[in-house]
């Protein structure tokens, strides 16, 4: 089964800081994604990654795929209030099931 | 530009009581999702459907029966409510997976908020 483990769970950090979301999975996988759910809504995805290597970036935000590693990541550059919120990570197996982690709760403070 | 619309979005049921969910997309996906999901645990699948008729098991289908008949709708039943299954449930759609170069992103619905007492 494949495993997706995220960290850190909670997040806290001032405006203008960076930091970096890490995302790890057990096994091998074809796709990596990344969504944003805020409180009390659905979820709404950020970035696929299809490839090794594969380095998305939308804004303040940038999903990057290290598959040999099992590892992705999604790196904030100078957060700001807007991007509070849960961040989720998961990987597609090879029989068309997803698997999450278990979200990163972002909380960005002035 | 409906996307993926889940009913209800608040139920509130005894235990034993049963219910369905319903899910429709207007995107002619071919693959849906139910998934649940609960405190500090992310989401997790319960069980999918790679098209009209077919289902299949996630990983944690027990207490749900799905189906299929439409390919815009997916059902989620319950049969018998038990308190464990009080979380909140999502309905994803996404195209298939065998389209080349397809990206296959999952597009979610806004949720069911479900109670078991």
């Known amino acids: 089964e494949l495993k997706v483990e995220q960290n850190p769970l909670f997040l806290s950090m001032q405006e203008g800081k960076n930091y970096t979301i890490y995302c790890n999975y057990s096994?091998?996988?074809?796709?990596l994604y990344w969504y944003r759910q805020d409180p009390g809504k659905s979820l709404e995805s950020l970035f696929v990654?299809?490839?090794?290597?594969a380095v998305k970036q939308e804004g303040r935000l940038m999903a990057s795929l290290d598959t040999k590693a099992r590892l992705s990541t999604l790196h904030i550059t100078a957060a700001v209030h807007d991007l509070s919120a849960t961040y989720f990570c998961?990987?597609?197996?090879?029989?068309?099931?997803?698997?999450f982690g278990t979200g990163t709760s972002l909380t960005v403070i002035p | 530009n409906a996307g993926v619309t889940q009913t209800p979005k608040f139920r509130v049921l005894k235990t034993g009581q049963s219910m369905t969910l319903l899910c429709a997309q207007d995107?002619?996906?071919?693959?849906m999702y139910w998934y649940r999901q609960d405190p500090g645990m992310g989401l997790r699948l319960i069980h999918y459907?790679?098209?009209?008729?077919?289902?299949a098991k996630g990983e944690v289908p027990d207490g749900y029966n799905v189906s299929r008949l439409k390919k815009q709708n997916f059902l989620l039943g319950l049969e018998s409510a038990a308190p464990s299954q009080t979380s909140v449930y999502f309905c994803?759609?996404?195209?298939?997976?065998?389209?080349?170069?397809?990206?296959?992103?999952?597009?979610f619905g806004a949720g069911t908020r479900l109670s078991v007492l």
């Open positions: 994803a759609s996404s195209s298939s997976f065998l389209l080349a170069g397809a990206k296959n992103i999952q597009y």
């Open positions: 096994t091998t996988s074809d796709r």
């Open positions: 990654l299809l490839s090794n290597g």
């Open positions: 998961a990987a597609r197996n090879t029989g068309n099931q997803f698997y």
């Open positions: 995107m002619n996906h071919e693959y």
């Open positions: 459907s790679v098209g009209e008729g077919t289902t």
